[in-house]
């Protein structure tokens, strides 16, 4: 008889999205009067933007035409889409790359959680706590992580991020080989200063290990001592991975596509006292297991750096900036504590005293019909706080405000 990966046998259920589903539910079916409003929905709302629907539109009468017809693209992203990514978000800001060290992909989640696949399977991993999730149990799955010990696996180094650290992550007293960085932060939305992150590089270089750095938030930015790119610090080539989309910046969350970028200069050992580079074995994976993003997505994707889009995806990033602000004074307004919301979509709140943040949960769920998204889901170190976004409607958001306002 075939035998499972044991490994996703060890999964725990998404509880957190699971529990929050049965909960709106069940008032919905208690309060069907009320229309329940979503302060914790990961997902944008704005459509996309004229120059982007424009160049689909474009690119879809290109595949009805035999003369301009696409089918199978190549697995590293068309040079189209990648010189642009190339000159716009790493040229511009002084970075230099090659065009076939960007690999374009369906998704940022695809990526971060595959790249994973090319670290030994007793590779010492560590994640923020709180953590976005698919840094956890993609690892978990390869068998990395081991038992759950509690709230926490046992194989995994944390890296607390709360008020007494500023919620700037300290450095591991077990060394790792490979470290789980999102910045801006989902979900507690605070940043890394320039010489936070080069600390952070620094320690990699010095110890051996590789940063996988989730940067999908990074339009969000308006500090400017915050590097949109962890490729703007000195030897950073040498040791990350950066993962980018599109989802967040330009509401590509029903387009998909996003890229990954593996600098020629990363290498790690290959078991054998030499070592070998990531790009090579990432070209080689991604060869193997995957076809490509589609052509039209990647023409829709080429659009966002026009000068139509870029105007046009500033003004919806704008908008959702706004909406950042103003829950998070209204939020300041219920005496509770806010963190992020400036240079990210989220906005982490302490939770009110007696209260932990299921409590505060189904408070605002029961007494305002409001949704947020309980820290504890993302980790020991959540507990205490709940997860607001900014990317809900104008109006929605200041009807939630009002409701919020009712409640002091």
Not at 31 to 40: A, E, H, K, M, T
Not at 138 to 160: C, E, F, H, T
């Amino acid at each position: 008889m075939a035998t499972i990966n044991t490994n996703f046998l060890k999964l725990q259920s998404n509880y957190l999205f699971a529990d929050i589903a049965r909960k709106v539910a069940n008032f919905k079916d208690s309060n069907p009067d009320s229309r329940v409003i979503s302060l914790g929905i990961g997902d944008v709302t704005r459509p996309l933007v004229p120059a982007v629907v424009e160049a689909l539109h474009k690119a879809v009468d290109e595949m009805g035409d035999a003369a301009h017809f696409h089918g199978y693209g190549p697995e590293q992203g068309y040079a189209f889409l990648r010189d642009l990514i190339m000159e716009n978000d790493y040229k511009a800001r002084g970075v230099n790359l090659s065009p076939d060290e960007i690999f374009v992909s369906d998704g940022a989640k695809s990526d971060v959680g595959n790249f994973q696949e090319l670290f030994a399977p007793d590779s010492i991993v560590a994640v923020t706590d709180p953590v976005y999730p698919v840094y956890v149990d993609s690892n978990a799955m390869a068998g990395r992580a081991g038992d759950m010990a509690g709230k926490q696996w046992n194989r995994l180094v944390y890296l607390p991020c709360v008020r007494a650290n500023d919620f700037v992550p300290d450095f591991p007293k077990t060394r790792p080989d490979m470290i789980y960085l999102c910045y801006p932060n989902n979900p507690t939305g605070t940043v890394l200063s320039r010489a936070a992150l080069q600390g952070w590089v620094d320690y990699a270089r010095r110890e051996g290990c590789v940063i996988l750095y989730d940067s999908a938030y990074e339009a969000f930015i308006r500090d400017p001592d915050v590097p949109h790119s962890i490729y703007e610090l000195e030897g950073a080539q040498e040791v990350a991975v950066e993962f980018r989309s599109f989802s967040k910046t330009a509401g590509f969350t029903g387009l998909r596509c996003a890229y990954t970028v593996v600098p020629k200069a990363l290498q790690i050992s290959d078991g054998k006292g030499g070592k070998t580079g990531l790009n090579a074995l990432w070209n080689r994976r991604q060869c193997t297991k995957y076809n490509g993003c589609a052509y039209i997505v990647q023409r829709a994707a080429a659009a966002v750096y026009s000068q139509e889009g870029r105007s046009q995806i500033e003004g919806v990033i704008r908008g959702y900036q706004s909406n950042a602000a103003l829950l998070s004074a209204a939020v300041k307004e219920m005496g509770l504590k806010v963190f992020g919301g400036v240079n990210a979509p989220y906005i982490w709140v302490s939770v009110p005293k007696g209260m932990d943040s299921w409590g505060f949960f189904d408070h605002l769920l029961q007494s305002a019909a409001l949704v947020c998204t309980p820290g504890a889901g993302f980790g020991a170190s959540g507990e205490g706080y709940v997860r607001l976004t900014a990317f809900g409607s104008p109006e929605d958001t200041e009807e939630a405000i009002r409701r919020m306002r009712q409640l002091r």
